[in-house]
């Protein structure tokens, strides 16, 4: 059970971290250029967040075989969406809604046991 929490957290600190690119991109944009200062500190938090959820990544692997907690990476498919549609504004439609079940689904089953 622990391992499985500490995949989701992974996917969890990847999934915001994808949110953090998107407010660097936006940031980019408003700013007429990626390679001012907002924009920059907003990548350099987000590739933080990466490098956080990269190390916890090696040391779970440390502890679990890689076809038990791989799975839960597809659980990024349905948690940025529903994530980016919460804090960003972005729409859900019936096919991403879908597919998320699809995706939660095929995760459960995989790593079911």
Not at 51 to 72: D, E, M, N
Not at 94 to 104: D, P, Y
Request: with cysteine; glycine share 10%.
């Amino acid at each position: 059970m622990l391992l499985r929490m500490a995949a989701l957290g992974c996917v969890l600190l990847l999934a915001s971290g994808q949110l953090v690119f998107k407010s660097a991109a936006d940031a980019g944009v408003e700013a007429g250029t990626f390679l001012a200062i907002r924009p920059l500190a907003i990548t350099f938090a987000a590739l933080s967040i990466y490098g956080v959820a990269s190390v916890l990544w090696i040391l779970l692997l440390q502890h679990a075989p890689i076809s038990r907690v791989y799975p839960f990476m597809g659980l990024a498919f349905v948690i940025v969406p529903v994530l980016a549609h919460f804090v960003l504004g972005d729409t859900l439609g019936v096919r991403n809604l879908l597919g998320g079940v699809v995706i939660a689904a095929g995760v459960v089953i995989s790593v079911a046991g």
